[in-house]
Protein backbone atom coordinates (compact mmCIF):
# COMPACT_ATOMS: atom_id res chain seq x y z
CA UNK A 1 0.00 0.00 0.00
CA UNK A 2 1.42 3.54 -1.09
CA UNK A 3 0.96 6.62 0.66
CA UNK A 4 -2.10 7.77 -1.24
CA UNK A 5 -4.48 9.04 1.27
CA UNK A 6 -7.76 8.09 -0.19
CA UNK A 7 -6.00 4.26 0.13
CA UNK A 8 -5.03 4.77 3.60
CA UNK A 9 -8.38 5.99 4.46
CA UNK A 10 -9.88 2.71 2.70
CA UNK A 11 -7.60 0.55 4.87
CA UNK A 12 -8.20 2.32 8.46
CA UNK A 13 -12.17 1.77 7.66
CA UNK A 14 -11.81 -1.72 7.02
CA UNK A 15 -9.37 -2.63 9.56
CA UNK A 16 -11.93 -1.21 11.84
CA UNK A 17 -14.97 -3.00 10.31
CA UNK A 18 -12.53 -6.74 10.52
CA UNK A 19 -11.76 -5.81 13.96
CA UNK A 20 -15.25 -4.14 15.41
CA UNK A 21 -17.68 -5.44 13.30
CA UNK A 22 -20.55 -3.86 10.81
CA UNK A 23 -21.14 0.09 11.22
CA UNK A 24 -24.54 0.67 11.58
CA UNK A 25 -27.04 3.40 10.01
CA UNK A 26 -29.93 4.48 8.80
CA UNK A 27 -31.04 5.73 5.67
CA UNK A 28 -34.57 7.27 4.10
CA UNK A 29 -36.28 5.17 1.43
CA UNK A 30 -38.52 5.68 -0.90
CA UNK A 31 -40.58 3.36 -3.41
CA UNK A 32 -43.42 3.14 -5.70
CA UNK A 33 -46.79 2.24 -4.43
CA UNK A 34 -48.42 -0.38 -6.72
CA UNK A 35 -52.06 -0.12 -7.34
CA UNK A 36 -54.04 2.77 -7.50
CA UNK A 37 -51.98 4.85 -5.23
CA UNK A 38 -49.18 4.39 -7.88
CA UNK A 39 -48.31 8.07 -8.18
CA UNK A 40 -47.63 8.36 -4.64
CA UNK A 41 -44.09 6.99 -3.08
CA UNK A 42 -43.94 6.07 0.46
CA UNK A 43 -41.18 6.51 2.63
CA UNK A 44 -39.48 4.37 5.61
CA UNK A 45 -36.03 4.73 7.47
CA UNK A 46 -34.26 1.77 6.95
CA UNK A 47 -31.68 0.03 8.61
CA UNK A 48 -28.47 0.03 7.13
CA UNK A 49 -24.98 -1.80 8.33
CA UNK A 50 -21.66 -0.36 6.37
CA UNK A 51 -19.91 -4.25 5.87
CA UNK A 52 -16.70 -5.95 4.01
CA UNK A 53 -17.92 -7.45 1.10
CA UNK A 54 -15.92 -10.90 0.65
CA UNK A 55 -13.74 -8.95 -1.91
CA UNK A 56 -12.45 -6.34 0.74
CA UNK A 57 -15.22 -3.60 -0.50
CA UNK A 58 -16.63 -1.48 2.01
CA UNK A 59 -20.63 -1.39 0.98
CA UNK A 60 -23.55 -0.06 2.75
CA UNK A 61 -26.31 -2.77 2.85
CA UNK A 62 -29.65 -3.00 4.39
CA UNK A 63 -30.74 -5.62 7.21
CA UNK A 64 -34.50 -4.92 6.99
CA UNK A 65 -37.22 -3.98 4.06
CA UNK A 66 -38.59 -0.44 4.05
CA UNK A 67 -42.11 -0.09 5.62
CA UNK A 68 -44.92 1.04 3.63
CA UNK A 69 -45.83 4.18 5.47
CA UNK A 70 -46.46 5.97 3.04
CA UNK A 71 -45.54 9.31 5.66
CA UNK A 72 -43.66 12.74 4.08
CA UNK A 73 -40.17 12.69 3.61
CA UNK A 74 -40.02 15.43 6.30
CA UNK A 75 -41.18 13.02 8.74
CA UNK A 76 -39.22 10.13 7.96
CA UNK A 77 -35.89 12.43 7.70
CA UNK A 78 -37.13 12.76 11.81
CA UNK A 79 -37.75 9.20 12.05
CA UNK A 80 -34.23 8.83 10.84
CA UNK A 81 -32.32 11.16 13.61
CA UNK A 82 -34.70 9.55 15.98
CA UNK A 83 -32.88 6.02 15.13
CA UNK A 84 -29.22 7.37 15.06
CA UNK A 85 -29.73 8.86 18.61
CA UNK A 86 -31.80 5.79 19.96
CA UNK A 87 -29.54 3.37 18.59
CA UNK A 88 -26.33 4.98 18.20
CA UNK A 89 -26.58 4.71 14.24
CA UNK A 90 -24.83 7.07 11.81
CA UNK A 91 -27.30 8.63 9.16
CA UNK A 92 -26.79 7.53 5.72
CA UNK A 93 -27.44 8.42 2.08
CA UNK A 94 -25.64 5.48 -0.22
CA UNK A 95 -26.37 2.75 -1.35
CA UNK A 96 -23.81 -0.02 -1.72
CA UNK A 97 -19.94 0.65 -2.28
CA UNK A 98 -18.87 3.27 -0.25
CA UNK A 99 -17.62 6.46 -2.82
CA UNK A 100 -14.44 8.08 -1.35
CA UNK A 101 -15.56 10.56 0.35
CA UNK A 102 -17.96 8.12 2.16
CA UNK A 103 -15.35 6.64 3.49
CA UNK A 104 -13.91 9.87 4.64
CA UNK A 105 -17.41 10.82 6.31
CA UNK A 106 -18.05 7.53 8.27
CA UNK A 107 -14.53 7.96 9.36
CA UNK A 108 -14.78 11.32 10.95
CA UNK A 109 -18.45 9.73 12.51
CA UNK A 110 -17.08 6.81 14.77
CA UNK A 111 -14.19 6.63 17.58
CA UNK A 112 -12.81 3.74 19.53
CA UNK A 113 -14.23 3.42 23.09
CA UNK A 114 -13.11 0.14 25.28
CA UNK A 115 -13.39 -2.57 22.80
CA UNK A 116 -16.24 -0.93 20.50
CA UNK A 117 -16.47 1.18 17.53
CA UNK A 118 -19.31 4.02 18.25
CA UNK A 119 -21.16 6.33 15.77
CA UNK A 120 -20.43 9.71 17.14
CA UNK A 121 -24.41 11.43 17.19
CA UNK A 122 -25.39 14.90 16.86
CA UNK A 123 -27.92 15.70 19.82
Known sequence: MGSDPVELRA???SALVQRYGPIPCVRVSSAQASGRAKG???WG????EIRLRKDGVLTAIATERASSDRRSQ???ERDRAELC???GR??????GPLTEAEVARVLMCVRV????LVVVTKE
Open 11 to 13: AVL
Open 40 to 42: YPY
Open 45 to 48: AVRY
Open 74 to 76: RLV
Open 85 to 87: VRE
Open 90 to 95: LAWDGI
Open 113 to 116: EGSK
